[in-house]
T-cell receptor
Framework: AQSVTQLDSHVSVSEGTPVLLRCNYS??????LFWYVQHPNKGLQLLLK??????LVKGINGFEAEFKKSETSFHLTKPSAHMSDAAEYFC???????????FGAGTRLFVKA | NAGVTQTPKFQVLKTGQSMTLQCAQD?????MSWYRQDPGMGLRLIHY???????DQGEVPNGYNVSRSTTEDFPLRLLSAAPSQTSVYFC?????????????FGPGTRLTVL
């Protein structure tokens, strides 16, 4: 069975400080992993994805994530938060064995001035 | 390219009414899907389609019906609306059903059932 756990429902940072959003997954097969961002009252936008190539994945707007198989983690980071990063972030896993998409519950990021 | 479009943006229904949520994409994507988003639960898959004429159930299909007569359109029908179907509904599409393909999401439909 596959599952996704986002370890924090809310994260609050000050502008200019690092961002860490944590995601653990479980999967019976080699998974593809994604991070999506959702700004208020908007649809979801892809930030980055891991598809079994490089384990460190760079995305848009300065975000990156590292796939760690031994820890079954895919944490999202950004060196310096910007006010425009305030949004909800979703970690997503899809098994290569079948197209079943599982979303995490989401982490809401607050950025203080 | 309009991408993935959804109509309506907002809808209020009374219990027992039926309606259809529209979804269209102009990217010639084979794979389309419907999700519902509820607070604290992320997005859950309702139904999906891997091509015209082929649909299948996702995680929470009860109370919903879909069909796919063209590559572009994938409507979601609520047969008899219930308050438990109050949610935000997202349609998504991707080039294929490969796990590596990026899904593109529509802007969502906010549905309230009274």
């Amino acid at each position: 069975a596959q599952s996704v756990t986002q370890l924090d429902s809310h994260v609050s940072v000050s502008e200019g400080t690092p961002v860490l959003l944590r995601c653990n997954y479980s999967s019976s097969y080699s998974p593809s992993l994604f991070w999506y961002v959702q700004h208020p009252n908007k649809g979801l936008q892809l930030l980055l994805k891991y598809t079994s190539a490089a384990t460190l994945v760079k995305g848009i707007n300065g975000f990156e994530a590292e796939f760690k198989k031994s820890e079954t983690s895919f944490h999202l980071t950004k060196p310096s938060a910007h006010m425009s990063d305030a949004a909800e972030y979703f970690c997503v896993v899809i098994n290569t064995g079948g197209f079943k998409t599982i979303f995490g519950a989401g982490t809401r990021l607050f950025v203080k001035a | 390219n309009a991408g993935v479009t959804q109509t309506p943006k907002f809808q209020v229904l009374k219990t027992g009414q039926s309606m259809t949520l529209q979804c269209a994409q102009d990217m010639n994507h084979e794979y389309m899907s419907w999700y519902r988003q509820d607070p604290g639960m992320g997005l859950r898959l309702i139904h999906y389609s891997v091509g015209a004429g082929i649909t299948d159930q996702g995680e929470v299909p009860n109370g919903y019906n879909v069909s796919r007569s063209t590559t572009e359109d994938f409507p979601l029908r609520l047969l008899s609306a219930a308050p438990s179907q109050t949610s935000v509904y997202f349609c998504a599409s991707s080039y294929s059903q490969l796990s590596t393909d990026t899904q593109y999401f529509g802007p969502g439909t906010r549905l309230t059932v009274l």
